[in-house]
């Protein structure tokens, strides 16, 4: 069992973002009311809280950096997604987010490690304790660079990334957050 379960935020536990038009960057969750939960996705990270090991979100939100939202925004979209979590019983120990532009090319944007290794700092564990569950490539890269176990769900952009995430070695691939966790438990 991992004592440190990162997750992926968008794909992972709430819906992608709609695709902006044209002209707008979109894919970027901006206020509260754009957050919607996968179903099951809640009540997974209340299973996995159950079992004991701790529990935070790595999340790329370069909408930030980009102008997109300010930082405000998107801590109150947190303290929603932290609400509608609590609803179903279940708590994050912490949020990562990287909210820097993608030209700033600093250490924490996935598919750099810099977020999945602070947290394990933060939390005192390895990479064979943890594990990263995401939907994309770049969440994959990130976990193999940080040295722990990459997971993929086929929510959100997964299904799609699967191809590319078994050839860079991927083994543990499941249908959404909720099959997830309950593989984590067995
Ligand atoms: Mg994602
Ligand atoms: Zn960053």
């Known amino acids: 069992m991992y004592r440190l379960v990162l997750l992926d935020r968008d794909g992972v ?3 992608r973002p709609p695709p902006g038009h044209d002209g ?3 894919n970027y969750i901006k206020t509260p009311g754009e957050w919607r939960p996968i179903a099951g996705g809640p009540e997974a990270v209340a ?17 930030v950096g980009r102008g997109v939202m300010s ?11 932290e609400t509608a979590l609590r609803a179903a019983g279940a ?10 532009h993608p030209r700033e ?9 810099g977020m999945l290794c602070a947290a394990m700092r933060d939390f005192g564990v390895t990479g064979p304790d943890t594990c ?6 770049r969440d994959v890269d990130a976990a193999l660079a940080a040295g722990c176990e990459p997971i993929l769900v086929r929510t959100g952009n997964g299904a799609e990334a699967e191809p590319g995430a078994r050839a860079a070695g991927v083994r543990r691939v499941y249908d959404d957050l ?6 984590l438990a067995t």
């Open 24 to 26: 707008d960057p979109g």
């Open 178 to 183: 909720a099959a997830a966790a309950q593989s």
């Open 105 to 113: 090319a600093c250490a924490c944007r996935k598919p750099r490690p």
């Open 13 to 15: 536990i709430n819906h």
């Open 71 to 81: 930082a405000a925004d998107l801590a109150a979209v947190h303290r929603h997604m």
């Open 132 to 137: 990263f569950v995401g939907d994309s490539k």
């Open 47 to 63: 299973s996995l809280n159950a079992l004991g090991c701790c529990v935070a979100v790595c999340t790329n939100q370069s909408g």
């Open 91 to 100: 708590r994050l120990d912490r949020v990562y987010v990287c909210p820097h």
